[in-house]
């Protein structure tokens, strides 16, 4: 069964860079892409950025001037880092397996496996 | 970028009762439509993807329809570990916008 464990400093100070990772367990960690996704506390889920085990990269219009997702082949991890954090930085952040499904001529893709989650709080 | 809409943004409902929910896209993202189910202090669990393939395990009293941009989160005989929240997101391109959230409620 697939998991993903998270892991990351949970309070950040205003104008850090935030960074977690997240950790794949018991399935493939290449053929797919690996989403991250952010929830403010009360809020709805925000989709932040995606990538593949090679490294290929797509990011939120909104964060793409201040995030950075990698990943280690080597450990099967995915990698967040947010920089110049402000308070509206807070949130639950999750990591996410995109699996594909293709049929009628089309593929499209969903995310089904997610980590635990991380809260994260910016304040100083 | 393209924008996920959902409604009601709430709703109260009882056991037994049909509940949709409803989720429009800016543009066209023709089936690549999928919906989540939330629970207070968990990460969301897929329901339906593709528009309307049930994910392992969900039972056959939810089901998804719609194309295009007009897609609709049914439920029936809603059961009381349906009480959740429930978010529809597009992945026929990225960014995989998420709807704003549909919260069930208990009447």
């Known amino acids: 069964q697939v998991q993903l464990q998270q892991w990351g400093a949970g309070l950040v100070q205003p104008s850090e860079t935030l960074s977690l990772t997240c950790a794949v367990y018991?399935?493939?960690?290449?053929?797919?892409?690996w989403t991250w996704i952010r929830q403010p506390p009360g809020k709805g889920l925000e989709w932040m950025g995606e990538i593949n085990d090679s490294g290929s990269a797509s990011y939120s219009s909104s964060l793409k001037s201040r995030l950075t997702l990698s990943v280690d082949r080597s450990q099967n991890h995915v990698s967040v880092s947010l920089t110049s954090v402000t308070a509206a930085d807070t949130a639950i952040y999750f990591c996410?397996?995109?699996?594909?499904?293709?049929?009628?001529?089309?593929?499209?893709?969903?995310?089904?496996?997610w980590g635990q989650g991380a809260l994260v709080t910016v304040s100083s | 970028d393209i924008l996920m809409t959902q409604s009601p943004s709430s709703l109260s409902a009882s056991v037994g009762d049909r509940v949709t929910i409803t989720c429009r896209a800016s543009q066209s993202i023709r089936t690549s439509l999928n919906w989540y189910q939330q629970k207070p202090g968990k990460a969301p669990n897929l329901l339906i993807y593709?528009?309307?393939t049930l994910h392992t395990g969900v039972p056959s009293r939810f089901s998804g329809s719609g194309s295009g941009t007009e897609f609709t989160l049914t439920i029936s005989n809603l059961q009381p570990e349906d009480f959740a929240t429930y978010y529809c997101?597009?992945?026929?391109?990225?960014?995989?916008?998420f709807g704003q959230g549909t919260k069930v409620e208990l009447k």
């Open positions: 593709g528009e309307s």
């Open positions: 018991g399935g493939s960690f290449s053929g797919y892409y």
């Open positions: 996410a397996r995109e699996s594909a499904y293709c049929a009628g001529g089309g593929c499209s893709t969903h995310l089904d496996f």
């Open positions: 997101q597009q992945s026929f391109e990225a960014p995989g916008a």
